[in-house]
């Protein structure tokens, strides 16, 4: 009896406390979520005075359009090369930070400092080193004859966007990395040592085998900060620019909508991303559930 | 020939501590040596410089006639047995036993008749296409056994590989070291911190004391003539009773009664030493022992107790039925040749 009374009396607490959890989840996920789809179905005239039911034209269009195609392969090599480098000199500044035995906090702490940084912040930021007319980056490019202009070539501009990105990421993966080679016991490596393998044979086989975790769980950490988290970069560097060189999915359909006003394209855009996410946070979800099994 | 010879080793940490302030040892080719101390002693440290996984800081290191000083790990042709075995968890036990073959670039067949000839000799036949996390304590400690004798090393080379373990296992592993070291003929050292794996194991019996070497011997040398007071307490169990005294004209002065001194030691003050199996109940026996608690062992017992008017304590290990109730004040007695006697103020043996 006196269980039932407990219960009772605290059974709207539960709720209170997720409330503001689910009124978040409401109004800045699942209504423009809806609205996104909503939206993919329907093509509006650039004044909004007419709306039509237009099925999934949107959708085929999209595919059909050399546009979005390119968007994409731009996309996934951006985000290839944004993972892979940040991750790579993550590793590599792991490794190293794993072997300093004094001052290593301070170390740490100030390799982790970059991540506190918003990606708008950091493209301004790298955009300023790169300006060709004030960038100290591109004045030292050019004094050693590279002729550094993100303003008209699409290499140049990916490389920026690349670089601004990547360098903010970097903190990140370290963190892991690091984490990860020190949940290695050191006597492991030293087994190792004593079996006759090298620095180098030690890490590609004990240390990396067991960070293959960390670098799955980084892996699509690292794509879906390159596919979703980079509009700042993006906006703030290159907008997209030059042509299409560095519009990628996330760009295209903020440019899509807010400047070509182009509404149901960009809603089938978002709706497409959403589709990658919602795949992508799957797989690791499933893969951590599954624990990890060496 | 894979003799070991330490020669006045030290380790000085950066911020200048002391790890090992000079350790000179001598380990024959196919000896057992145990390097035994309390915890914090460089036992460990000594045996990882051996090992060559920390840096020497002066002195040299040789095995088998070779200094090793400046030598790889690798190429010391030494193996380990860690604390926490450090298998490779991603490894088959195979793959953990072969992995330093591999390195060394053992033809595979070869590799595949020598870890099963190892496998075979430590019954892990059956497991050997199990991962480590499918394995139970004992049988973990037994692949990383095989991983040291895999490759027939110079020396073996044990970080107290049985103390995780529990006590029966524990037991039962000594025995099988001790054994498969007897056949394999290999020189090794073993570290540990229990006096009682020590005692078992070692041909040679090395005590450590905060980095320097309190004692070398056979370990029956050392149980039966401890060099110092931290030699007669830290081995044996139960500890050595201490107590101070005096030795005049009458003979040794203890708070417990007078007794008749060994010869030829001088007079004055000493610390007396006495193991607890030593005294033997005599109601008219010189020495008293107020009895507070009795721990019956079945084979035999201790009685817990203060010298009375003391606050000395005491440990007297009896046999046989006949043993003492709780506050019963006990007489004992204990052959002269069967006391210690050491210098109160450099804790060294007098005689």
Known sequence: MRTKTVTFRHKWLPYALIAPQIVITLIFFIWPASQALYQSVLRQDAFGLRTDFVGMANFVRLFADDNYINSFVTTISFSAMVAGFSMGIALIMAIMADRVIRRAMVYRTLLIWPYAVAPAVAGVLWWFLFNPTIGIAAYALDGLGYDWNHYRDGGDAMTLIVVASTWRQVSYNFLFFLAGLQAIPRSLTEAAAIDGAGPVKRFVTIQLPLLSPTVFFLIVVNVVYAFFETFGVVHATTSGGPGQATNILVYKVWRDAFEGLNLGSSAAQSVILMVLVIALTAIQFRYIERKVEY | ?351
């Open chain 2, 1 to 351: 020939m894979s003799n070991i010879q330490i020669n006045n080793v030290r380790k000085t940490y950066p911020g200048g501590i002391d790890a090992i302030r000079g350790i000179t040892l001598d380990i024959a080719d196919g000896e057992f040596c145990v390097l035994v101390g309390p915890s914090g002693c460089g036992k460990s440290t000594l045996l990882r410089m051996i090992a060559g996984l920390e840096t020497i800081t002066d002195g040299s290191v040789s095995i088998g006639d070779r200094v090793v000083n400046d030598l790889e790990p690798a190429e010391r042709d030494i193996a380990m047995v860690f604390q926490n075995y450090a298998l490779y968890p991603h490894m088959t036990v195979y793959g953990n036993m072969a992995y330093g073959l591999k390195n060394r670039g053992v033809p595979k067949d070869k590799i595949k008749v020598m870890v099963d000839e190892a496998a075979a000799t430590l019954g892990l036949s059956e497991f050997l296409t199990r991962k480590p996390a499918q394995l139970s304590g004992g049988q973990r400690q037994r692949v990383a056994m095989g991983r040291a004798i895999v490759r027939q090393p110079q020396a073996f080379l044990f970080d107290e590989p049985l103390s995780n373990l529990d006590a029966k296992l524990r037991l039962k592993t000594r025995v099988e070291i001790r054994d498969l070291q007897q056949r394999l003929g290999t020189t090794s050292i073993y570290v540990t911190h229990d006096q009682m794996e020590a005692m078992t194991l070692a041909d040679q019996l090395v005590v450590l004391n905060d980095g320097a070497v309190e004692q070398v011997g056979t370990p029956i040398d050392v149980y039966n003539r401890p060099a110092s007071v931290f030699v007669a307490e830290f081995i044996g169990s139960p500890p050595m009773n201490l107590m101070p005294g005096e030795i005049d004209e009458s003979g040794l002065v203890t708070p417990a009664g007078v007794v008749a001194a060994p010869a030829g030691v001088r007079h004055g003050a000493v610390t007396i030493g006495i193991r607890p199996e030593h005294l033997h109940p005599a109601s008219d026996g010189p020495l008293r022992l107020k009895v507070r608690v009795v721990e019956h062992l079945g084979a035999s017992a201790n009685a817990h107790g203060t010298v009375p008017g003391h606050a000395v304590e005491m440990i007297a290990s009896l046999t046989g039925a006949d043993l003492p109730a709780k506050g019963e004040t006990l007489g004992l007695t204990v052959a002269a040749e069967n006391l210690h006697l050491f210098d109160p103020e450099t804790g060294r043996r007098l005689h």
